[in-house]
Nanobody, 120 residues
Framework: QVHLVESGGGLVQAGGSLRLSCALS????????MGWFHQAPGKEREFVAAINWNGGRTSYADSVKGRFTISRDNAKSTVYLQMNSLKPEDTAVYYC?????????????WGQGTQVTVSS
């Protein structure tokens, strides 16, 4: 069974940076494409970024392009989300997820989430 654990969330001022990490265990990490999603209070969960199995392909939501960078280290079974120039509207719980197909919208495995709060 795949297990995902996020870390790195916290409170930051607008304009600041955070780096989220998500470690996968239970299966071979390089088998999976990985994604980051976020969910703000009262809103639907939204796609943030995705990366294919070897990091050769990435995609981003328009709202984070140029500010966030997704990357992965297959040797460490970890995916990262570097978040720069943070805005108050980035405040949300951030989830990582694993997908067997980078081009599919179906993510089978999810982490428990980590809170990111951006103060103005």
């Amino acid at each position: 069974q795949v297990h995902l654990v996020e870390s790195g969330g916290g409170l930051v001022q607008a304009g600041g940076s955070l780096r989220l990490s998500c470690a996968l265990s239970g299966r071979r990490f390089s088998t999976y494409a990985m994604g980051w999603f976020h969910q703000a209070p009262g809103k639907e969960r939204e796609f943030v970024a995705a990366i294919n199995w070897n990091g050769g392909r990435t995609s981003y939501a328009d709202s984070v392009k140029g500010r966030f960078t997704i990357s992965r280290d297959n040797a460490k079974s970890t995916v990262y989300l570097q978040m720069n120039s943070l805005k108050p509207e980035d405040t949300a719980v951030y989830y990582c997820a694993a997908n067997s197909d980078y081009y599919s919208d179906y993510y089978r495995y999810w982490g428990q989430g980590t809170q990111v709060t951006v103060s103005s």
